[in-house]
Nanobody, 115 residues
């Protein structure tokens, strides 16, 4: 069992930056993948960024060039660096880790971008 705790969400002006953190209760060195999802108000949850166990990354088209996912194994933490934020980035952001085909979720952190 892996527990995940997100942090770093905030109220930020458009054009600003935030770094979200996802702290895992155990080692993330052998994860299959780590993902950041988001759920905008009244919408479905969507995949924003992914990093595989091998370090490959994937980004939703609308965040490419603005968001960067990374993981620091020594810290058991996955990060999402977000820059040039837009009001449409407003959502609850969730961390997800897949380990041995089991999926674990955090409770989310709120990001609100105002213009």
């Amino acid at each position: 069992q892996v527990q995940l705790v997100e942090s770093g969400g905030d109220l930020v002006q458009a054009g600003g930056s935030l770094r979200l953190s996802c702290a895992a209760s155990g080692s993330i060195s052998s994860i299959d993948e780590a993902n950041w999802y988001r759920q905008p108000p009244g919408q479905q949850r969507e995949l924003v960024a992914q990093i595989t166990g091998g370090g490959r990354t994937y980004y939703k088209d609308s965040v490419k060039g603005r968001f960067t996912i990374s993981r620091v194994t020594a810290e058991n933490t996955v990060y999402l660096q977000m820059s040039s934020l837009k009001p449409e980035d407003t959502a609850v952001y969730y961390c997800n880790v897949v380990l041995n085909y089991n999926s674990f979720w955090g409770r989310g952190t709120q990001v609100t971008v105002f213009s």
